[in-house]
């Protein structure tokens, strides 16, 4: 079955480190997306890319990096500098174009801090 | 510039009884407006969608939403609901910005169900 693959499920991080979640899609989507979620605050956009090599920041990138050097990856580093990054991270991919398309999600990764 | 409340933060309903969860947008155009659940632990499912055309849109698991353009409102409904459907439901409006896909979504709306 064609969908989103998230990994790992639950990832922990040390202060001063740097990690890279792992976003893979075999629905032969353009865009992709990264969503941070925190309670009460529904999903705020990170970055999106819409094709290969080609990356936009969305409204809270800072402290984090993506790469699209693949349409079916779009892997999200939490770097040190987001000294707040203990959240839940999804994400997504849509066929691309207008704004009426639908996104997908995976099943999301839990960042914690140790 | 566009965004989407959701007034309700939480809403308990019992077992069998009808829901209808609130939403409200703000957009310039003529919006594409989304309903997704999310169970705990879990990624965002689509519930459905509203594009153009009929203003109610039947969705999966029984769901349905009802698009009015006076009001900027798109809320959710169910006749009848089920203990599986406990979750998290989130509305959102779709945009394009800069050749750009975007969603915007509200911060949801946690539903209990009592039995």
């Known amino acids: 079955d064609g969908g989103i693959t998230q990994s790992p499920k639950y990832l922990f991080r040390k202060e001063g480190q740097n990690v890279t979640l792992s976003c893979e899609q075999n629905l032969n989507h353009d865009a992709m997306y990264w969503y941070r979620q925190d309670p009460g605050q529904g999903l705020r956009l990170i970055y999106y890319s819409q094709i290969v090599n080609d990356f936009q920041k969305g409204d809270i990138a800072e402290g984090y990096s993506v790469s699209r050097e693949k349409k079916e990856s779009f892997p999200l580093t939490v770097t040190s500098a987001q000294k707040n990054p203990t959240a839940f991270y999804l994400c997504a991919s849509s066929i691309g174009g207008g704004g009426g398309q639908p996104q997908h999600f995976g099943d999301g990764t839990r960042l914690s801090i140790l | 510039a566009q965004s989407v409340t959701q007034p309700d933060i939480h809403i308990t309903v019992s077992e069998g009884a009808s829901l209808e969860l609130r939403c409200n947008y703000s957009y310039g155009a003529t919006p594409y407006l989304f309903w997704y659940v999310q169970s705990p632990g879990q990624g965002l499912q689509l519930l459905l969608k509203?594009?153009?055309?009929?203003?109610l849109v039947q969705g999966i698991k029984g769901f349905e939403a009802e698009f009015k353009r006076s009001q900027s409102s798109f809320n959710l409904r169910k006749p009848s609901v089920h203990w599986s459907d406990a979750a998290e439901y989130f509305c959102?409006?779709?945009?394009?910005?800069?050749?750009?896909?975007?969603?915007?979504f509200g911060a949801g709306t946690r539903l209990a169900v009592h039995p």
């Open positions: 509203y594009f153009s055309g009929d203003t």
């Open positions: 959102a409006v779709g945009s394009v910005s800069g050749g750009y896909n975007k969603l915007i």
